[in-house]
């Protein structure tokens, strides 16, 4: 339990990103606010986190089309009246313009924006976290590494192939965990010594003493060169000058079942590929272990109904469901329905990913699509088997194929995103 053990810790959320790489699921909402695993939304990973380790003082900086995403945070993690009060707190913080008529130019830029908050908080220590990562880790084990090596700042580091790293902050470290490099999003990703094949790469967490964070970003604030980013300015310049550690996500051990499992699904392809790996049985990334929730909003919604419609059977095989799904005569393989859905007789769906309301007509055919909530699928249309006709009506990844249907302009109101 963080709370009072490792002095006043702070939880600043960054959650203020324009989402680009994820469109067009981010066209109407904030990529933290992108529903996520058929009932959840992206950030709940990142708050669940927090909260599952004790931290309870949390302020979540939003920024662009962050109306769905202050909902969320308003209706699914405000605590009980008896823990209301200074250090029980999830607070969405819109960007107000404490410092001139600018928005958040970087991350470091919108903690700069918000020092009053960790000033008022009166915090010794202050864990920065990304909204946009599907992951489980326990906080506090990375603050008792960050106190017993006595950091000046702590990252949290994974290892991934090196074709994938350049899409990170790189670090080089020394047997001590010490980061001796820092390059953000490098073009030929340093390989971890010994494991070729294998980069260590920042994960978008740290934890800054808080004296050490107001140095360096107010000496950033006022570098016209700078790009006003944690990972592009800060890391980079601190690390020869003060103690920064890295702290292995790998050796991050969680209560029951729960496996170190990590991706950032800011791409359309890592969040269909996170999607996939969550269908696995066992799976690394595990939403059944309940020492390790993964909190979200509670919507009184039905039960989720299968139904042989229409002389047609059902097979529902490697689906997530949420509540009141409907599968009426339909073969679903490997997929996710989310809230309230319903997928009509003689629909066969393979690797898709249905959103809250969606209505799949009768007979479709559908691999590998990404639907967002409230889409209707008239009867007979087939998507996803021949990427140059989907190409004319819908969006195609060009990374990974998937057709990402984003949601009717139509249907914004009743959706609030
Ligand atoms: P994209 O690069 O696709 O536009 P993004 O703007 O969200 O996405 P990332 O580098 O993926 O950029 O952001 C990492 C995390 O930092 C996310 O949780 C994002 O919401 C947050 N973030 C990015 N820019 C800002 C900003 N200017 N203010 C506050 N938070 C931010």
Redesign the pocket.
């Known amino acids: 339990m963080i709370f009072g053990k490792y002095g006043r810790v702070l939880g600043i959320v960054?959650?203020?990103?324009?989402?680009?790489?994820?469109m067009p699921l981010t066209r109407y909402r904030a990529?933290?606010a992108v529903p996520f695993a058929a009932k959840y939304r992206i950030i709940d990973f990142a708050l669940s986190n927090m909260v599952n380790s004790g931290l309870f003082s949390i302020y979540c900086?939003v920024?662009f089309k962050s109306q769905s995403l202050n909902e969320h945070i308003e209706q699914g993690w405000q605590f009980g009246n008896a823990l209301r009060g200074r250090d029980y707190f999830i607070t969405a913080v819109p960007a107000q313009m404490w410092t001139g008529e600018r928005w958040?130019?970087?991350?470091a830029?919108?903690v700069y924006q918000n020092l009053h908050l960790i000033t008022l908080f009166d915090a010794d220590r202050v864990c920065i976290f990304?909204?946009?990562h599907i992951y489980k880790m326990d906080i506090e084990q990375m603050l008792q590494f960050h106190v017993d090596t006595k950091a000046d700042v702590t990252i949290a580091a994974n290892t991934v192939p090196s074709s994938e790293a350049h899409a990170f902050g790189c670090m080089d470290t020394d047997p001590s965990g010490r980061v001796v490099s820092f390059v953000e999003k490098p073009k030929n990703p340093p390989e971890i010594p010994g494991k070729p094949g294998f980069s260590y790469v920042s994960m978008?967490n740290y934890i800054f003493e808080r004296h050490v964070l107001e140095e360096a970003i107010i000496e950033d604030s006022s570098m016209e060169s700078s790009s006003h980013d944690f990972g592009k300015d800060i890391l980079p310049r601190i690390y020869s000058r003060c103690r920064v550690m890295a702290y292995d996500f790998k050796s991050n051990v969680l209560p029951g079942i729960d496996r170190p499992y990590w991706k950032d699904v800011?791409t359309i392809k890592a969040y269909h590929e996170a999607h996939m790996d969550l269908l696995q049985h066992p799976s690394d990334l595990t939403l059944y272990n309940p020492l390790w929730p993964i909190r979200t909003v509670s919507y009184s919604d039905p039960p989720g109904f299968t139904y042989p419609d229409k002389g047609q059977g059902c097979s529902v095989v490697g689906t997530l469901r949420a509540e009141g799904s409907r599968v009426l005569g339909a073969i679903v393989h490997r997929s996710v329905l989310s809230r309230n859905c319903v997928i009509n007789a003689g629909a066969v769906l393979e690797e898709c990913i249905v959103g809250q309301g969606v209505v799949i007509g009768e007979n479709c055919k559908l691999r590998r699509v990404i639907l967002d909530a409230y889409n209707v699928i008239p009867p007979n249309t087939v998507i996803g088997y021949n990427h140059d006709v989907d190409r004319e009506r819908y969006h195609v990844d060009p990374e990974s194929g998937v057709v990402v249907l984003g949601m009717p302009k139509i249907q914004l109101r009743r959706t609030l995103g």
């Not at 960054?14 to 994820?22: D, V």
């Open positions: 960054l959650a203020g990103g324009k989402g680009e790489r994820l990529k933290p900086l920024q958040y130019q970087g991350t830029d919108a990304a909204a946009d978008g800011g």
